[in-house]
C-alpha cells in the first residue's frame, strides 16, 4: 500500500522569506500526487495537482511543486511567502490501481508566516 | 456549482451513544464519496469510500459505519461510540474516473465524553 511522508510538522517563517515543504511517497507504479491546503477555520482545497506530463507543476496562489521520480518526491514551494499563507498543507498520492481513487494524505505541514 | 454539506458542525455525546452524521453533495451526480478523518499531526486517514448507492469500502477497522441511501448522500454512523472515536471527520468527493478530490465538507468536530 502506498504511504506518504511529510518530514517537517511545523515551519515557521517570515514575510518574503522562501517556502520549501518536502513531500515523499512509497508506491513504485504510477502515481497522481496533490498538495491540499487548510486556511485557519476554512475548508480543505486543492493547491496543486500533479497528473502527467511537466514535472513541473504551477497551482494557485504562487505554488508550484517538482515531481521527481527518481527521488519519490512532490515538494511544494512558494518563492516569496506572505502572512496569508499561514496554513496546514497537506501532500496526497492516489494510484491507478487505488479503488474509487481514494487519496492517501501525509501528517500535514503547519506553516506560520510572521509578518 | 457543486457544493458539499456536513452536519452537525460540532457534536458533543457521552460514551455508548449512538451517531449519525451526514453528508449530501449537490451539482454532480454518480460522484465518489469518502469520510475522512482528520487527527492533528497525522493528517487525514480513509474511512470509508463508495463508488455507488449502497456500494461502501471500509478502510480501517473500527467503531464506525457508512452507508449510501441516495447517490449524493453519505452517512457515518456508529451504535455505540468509544472515547477514541473523537475526531475532525470530513466528507469529500471526486468525479467518476478523475484523479484526485473535487471538494471536502466543513467538517464535525466530534467529541466523545
Known amino acids: 500500500a502506498q504511504s506518504v511522508s511529510q518530514h517537517n510538522h511545523h515551519v515557521i517563517l517570515s514575510e518574503a522569506a522562501s517556502l520549501e515543504l518536502g513531500c515523499n511517497y512509497s508506491?513504485?507504479?504510477?502515481?497522481?500526487l496533490f498538495w491540499y491546503v487548510q486556511y485557519p477555520g476554512q475548508h480543505l482545497q486543492l493547491l496543486l495537482k500533479?497528473?502527467?506530463?511537466?514535472?513541473l507543476v504551477k497551482g494557485i496562489k504562487g505554488f508550484e511543486a517538482e515531481f521527481i521520480k527518481s527521488k519519490f518526491s512532490f515538494n511544494l514551494r512558494k518563492p516569496s511567502v506572505q502572512w496569508s499563507d499561514t496554513a496546514e498543507y497537506f501532500c496526497a498520492v492516489t494510484t491507478f490501481k487505488a479503488a474509487g481513487n481514494k487519496l492517501t494524505f501525509g501528517g500535514g505541514t503547519r506553516v506560520l508566516v510572521k509578518p | 456549482s457543486q457544493t458539499i454539506h456536513q452536519w452537525p458542525a460540532t457534536l458533543v455525546q457521552p460514551v455508548g451513544s449512538p451517531l449519525s452524521l451526514e453528508c449530501t453533495v449537490e451539482?454532480?451526480?454518480?460522484?465518489?464519496l469518502y469520510w475522512y478523518r482528520q487527527a492533528a499531526g497525522r493528517g487525514l486517514q480513509l474511512l470509508f469510500y463508495s463508488v455507488g448507492i449502497g456500494q461502501i469500502s471500509s478502510e480501517v477497522p473500527q467503531n464506525l459505519s457508512a452507508s449510501r441511501p441516495q447517490d449524493r448522500q453519505f452517512i457515518l454512523s456508529s451504535k455505540k461510540l468509544l472515547l477514541s472515536d473523537s475526531g475532525f471527520y470530513l466528507c469529500?468527493?471526486?468525479?467518476?474516473?478523475?484523479?484526485?478530490?473535487?471538494?471536502f465538507g466543513p467538517g464535525t468536530r466530534l467529541t466523545v465524553t
Open positions: 500533479y497528473l502527467s506530463g511537466d514535472p
Open positions: 451539482g454532480t451526480s454518480n460522484p465518489n
Open positions: 469529500a468527493w471526486s468525479e467518476m474516473g478523475l484523479a484526485g478530490l473535487g471538494y
Open positions: 508506491y513504485g507504479g504510477t502515481v497522481n
